[in-house]
């Protein structure tokens, strides 16, 4: 039969185990969530997810997300085309998606 203080330890030590599993190491150049998010969609390219990454911050003006004003919009998905150069339109959208929802950009 184990203490409580024991069983508590153990309880802990699993779970500090099981965080540290679930934790995913990323080049030093990836360091915000939007360039994980990125990193983790475009099949752990380092250079791609940036050269993304900076095609956004470059052509994202203030308010590109409102419906008001789609050609804000357009820019940024072109800007993200032409970095996807082999990419389809589909895999263009997926992105773009990803993107939209990165509160960084």
Do not use: C, F
């Not at 752990?44 to 409102?66: C, F, I, Q, T």
């Amino acid at each position: 039969k184990i203490s409580y203080k024991e069983m508590i330890d153990r309880m802990i030590g699993k779970i500090k185990e099981v965080r540290g599993r679930n934790k995913k190491k990323y080049p030093t150049t990836i360091n915000t969530s939007g360039k994980q998010a990125l990193y983790d969609n475009l099949e752990e390219n380092e250079d791609l997810a940036l050269s993304v990454h900076e095609a956004v911050v470059n052509y994202a003006k203030h308010g590109w997300r409102n419906s008001d004003v789609p050609q804000k919009m357009k820019q940024v998905r072109n800007a993200v085309k032409k970095v996807l150069t082999n990419n389809d339109d589909e895999k263009v959208s997926d992105i773009m998606s990803i993107i939209i929802a990165q509160k960084e950009y």
